[in-house]
């Protein structure tokens, strides 16, 4: 039986695809990009949570702050599909953290603006995340953080470009 199974996984790996160096490399960073991803969502919620808040309302909050943008325009900046913004940002409207205001350059698109509480409460996550910020900053330089952000950066723009969203 164990010799039939490593036949067959011999023949799965025959089939499976070579990838160069780069691509290796690649692959890993991605894969590694999200396990970090789940990670910071985690920590976000955490962070989120003592103000009644998720990490996914939190960054609709936030993108709701200068009250300049659509939920298209928050959706784009966020990188996620227009349409789990709408709910959320309808779940917001319900608990009173946001309102949609008249938009000057779109008639159908209103703009997100937050409420005295969505304030509020934004602010809170904001006083935790700084709080939070400072203490793992600490275990880089910040020409680390710099020189990881702008490749995460670069990476965003070369797949907006391959998928045709720059």
Do not use: C
């Amino acid at each position: 039986m164990l010799d039939e199974i490593h036949k067959r996984q011999h023949v799965v790996n025959q089939n499976r695809p070579k990838r160069s160096a780069e691509g290796d490399a690649f692959s890993l960073f991605a894969i590694t990009a999200l396990r970090l991803a789940g990670r910071l969502t985690a920590a976000g919620d955490d962070l989120a949570r003592p103000a009644g808040q998720t990490s996914a309302r939190w960054q609709v909050l936030a993108g709701a702050q200068s009250g300049t943008h659509s939920v298209a325009q928050i959706a784009r900046l966020l990188g996620v599909a227009r349409q789990g913004v709408q709910r959320l940002a309808d779940t917001l409207e319900a608990d009173r953290l946001i309102s949609y205001v008249d938009n000057p350059q779109h008639r159908r698109a209103k703009l997100v603006k937050l409420t005295n509480e969505g304030d509020a409460r934004l602010a809170a996550i904001e006083a935790a995340q700084a709080d939070w910020a400072d203490r793992l900053g600490q275990s880089f330089t910040p020409a680390e953080l710099e020189a990881a952000r702008a490749v995460m950066t670069r990476l965003i723009e070369t797949l907006d470009a391959e998928t045709g969203k720059a």
